[in-house]
């Protein structure tokens, strides 16, 4: 058997970096490709409740999901299905269309007991779930001034007299 100068092991080592490579590039192209295919949708109430858990006990934090959530045509985020799966009644969650305000294609019913959105459009619409609570409405209202939630139209009278506030806000991703 003959060897050349560079040693036996030169073609594997060359097959371990060419690996490695094609490992690296698809990690980088996985996430865009999957946003552009709508493979990886995370769902709204999901990532609502694990916020909700998350700032219950930390009044006047604001969380942003990091990635969009995905409401499908005719997809409702209510405060009486989240209230299922956190410490908080359905009166102590508040909504707010955040930044689709003026979109038509979300509509809210934040009148007492039914604090809900609900996407009318025709197909799918990315956002970003904006989450803020404090220990009370009125603390909750002076906690969010000079923040993104200051601006948006927020009615939480339901959370008045019932201790824990929460509101829950659609952002651009």
Not at 120 to 128: F, I, P
Not at 131 to 158: H, P, Q, R, Y
Request: proline fraction near 5%.
């Amino acid at each position: 058997m003959h060897l050349n100068q560079r040693g036996q092991a030169y073609s594997t080592f060359k097959l371990l970096i060419a690996a490695i490579v094609a490992l690296a590039i698809l990690m980088i192209l996985m996430p865009i490709i999957g946003s552009v295919l709508q493979i990886f949708q995370d769902d709204p109430s999901d990532k609502t409740i694990e916020l909700l858990n998350d700032l219950y006990s930390k009044p006047e934090t604001v969380k942003i999901t990091p990635r969009a959530v995905t409401f499908t045509p005719e997809y409702v985020l209510s405060a009486q299905g989240l209230a299922e799966r956190v410490p908080l009644s359905k009166d102590q969650i508040c909504m707010s269309l955040g930044d689709f305000e003026d979109n038509d294609s979300f509509l809210i019913r934040d009148d007492d007991p039914h604090h809900r959105i609900t996407w009318k459009g025709t197909s799918n619409q990315n956002v970003k779930i904006a989450v803020t609570c404090n220990i009370s409405e009125d603390a909750l209202m002076d906690g969010i001034e000079d923040t993104k939630f200051d601006e948006w139209e927020t009615n939480c009278d339901i959370c008045d007299g019932r201790g824990r506030c929460c509101i829950v806000g659609l952002k651009n991703p």
